[in-house]
């Protein structure tokens, strides 16, 4: 499994008004792509928000990250922010709690 992690800091926008947005947009799309396990925005506190992103295969991650910068590209251009940071690796433990 590979992992993706982008950290952006939300300058002008509503917090509210982005995630609606991730939910119905985004988070739909990243869900159909290849090898998809999981996907989760985060609120981090004083307009710091991040996403993890759970994929099969290190090129499938790879490829969400070119789908987010294209999907912000089209969608986010009246919000403004800043990514602070981009990273991604293969998972080497990982657990998870059994549905229900």
């Known amino acids: ?3 993706s992690v982008r950290r952006y ?3 002008e926008g509503s917090l ?3 995630k609606q ?3 119905k947009g ?3 799309q990243m869900s159909a792509q290849p090898g998809f396990r999981s996907y989760h925005f985060i609120d981090c506190g004083d307009g710091i928000v991040m996403t993890l ?3 099969s295969h290190a090129h499938e991650a790879e490829a969400s990250r070119e789908l987010a910068q294209r999907w912000t590209d089209e969608n986010l251009q009246d ?3 800043t990514r602070l940071e ?3 690796g293969e998972v080497l433990v990982s657990r998870a709690a059994a549905p229900g």
């Open 1 to 3: 499994m590979f992992v």
């Open 9 to 11: 800091r939300l300058i």
């Open 16 to 18: 509210s008004d982005l």
């Open 21 to 23: 947005r991730i939910d």
């Open 26 to 28: 985004f988070a739909e």
């Open 53 to 55: 992103s759970t994929f």
């Open 79 to 81: 919000l403004r922010f």
């Open 86 to 88: 981009s990273f991604g």
